[in-house]
């Protein structure tokens, strides 16, 4: 009952969110405007669509597989962060005001699902470029959950609240409903990299670049983004290398993701133009 309380609270939060952000961000006139025009924005972006949510079902269906193989490797690198960075996270947490906890609570849980949605919608609705940074952004996502999946497979690595004494999983504690949704989509060995940082920062990264466009959606996408990345550190659940590499990799992805859709999107060139080309080329040296 309680996963089914916290799904249902979630879903209903991102669902109100992601109406009020695309209201405010692209405009009721063009979001009228979008919906009339709603099946040709779908289908142009369907097979990016369609390639993430595939990746997201085999992901899902090959957790347990995965987990296992992660088990029988078990090359455990929890001692080597710790020895990397200490009790970074623990004096992070004694510095942070206990009257904070609800809030970044709602970061991890409802604001992070929120980016993950309200991104994709702004960008399908909107007009100018928008279905060309929706690309990009289904292909990072693509990536980080690619990068992702094979890091926590290969390395088991436990979060600060699960191994030290001196951090508390603050959000368990206080909010043990939570830990059914989180426990039902990844193993508590799946801390390096932080995906809830590196996801984050690539829509802020896909934000930054479509600023000019969209002007009211990169601060909303920043602000969230940055309460996702503090949160993941202050409720004990990643490590601050954690979310240095996952900063790395949301950065990383959407680079990647601008060069792959450049090259799905503009038409190869053909044998007759290069020849043409190269017969321009030609006669100008004349």
């Known amino acids: 009952m309680a996963l089914l309380e916290v799904t249902a609270v979630t879903g209903l939060s991102v669902v109100t969110g992601t109406a009020v952000t695309a209201l405010l961000c692209v405009g009721p006139q063009q979001v ?12 142009e972006v369907a097979p990016y669509l369609g390639a993430a949510l595939a ?14 193989l ?3 490797l078990d090359w455990n690198i929890t001692d080597e962060l710790y020895a990397l960075e200490g009790g970074f996270v623990a004096w992070l947490q004694r510095l942070t005001p206990e009257a904070t906890l609800e809030f970044f609570t709602v970061s991890y849980m409802i604001g992070f699902a929120f980016l993950l949605v309200a991104a994709p919608v702004t960008y399908l609705l909107s007009a100018e470029d928008g279905r060309r940074h929706l690309k990009e952004l ?11 999946t ?38 508590n ?19 930054w670049r479509s600023r000019r466009t969209h002007p009211r959606w990169t601060p909303v996408a920043a602000a969230v983004a940055a309460a996702v990345v503090f949160s993941t550190m202050y409720l004990g659940i990643h490590w601050l290398t954690d979310v240095v590499v996952g900063v790395a990799l949301g950065v990383g992805s959407v680079i990647a993701a601008e060069q792959i859709v450049d090259r799905v999107e503009s038409p190869s ?14 006669a100008g040296d004349d």
């Open 32 to 43: 009228s405007r979008a919906m009339t025009s709603a099946d040709d924005r779908v289908r």
């Open 55 to 68: 990746l997201l079902a085999v992901k899902q269906l090959t957790q347990g597989y995965r987990l296992r």
């Open 70 to 72: 992660s088990r029988a």
């Open 138 to 148: 289904l292909v990072a996502y693509m990536l980080n959950y690619a990068v992702g």
């Open 150 to 187: 094979v890091c926590y497979t290969l390395f088991v690595s436990y979060g600060p609240r699960n191994y030290l004494d001196a951090v508390s999983g603050l959000m368990y504690q206080v909010y043990p409903q939570t830990q059914d949704l989180t426990a039902a989509v990844a193993s």
């Open 189 to 207: 060995t799946n801390v390096f990299p932080s995906l809830h940082t590196s996801l984050s920062v690539a829509v802020l990264a896909v934000a």
């Open 269 to 282: 060139l053909g044998v007759d133009d290069e020849e043409d080309r190269v017969a321009a080329g030609q």
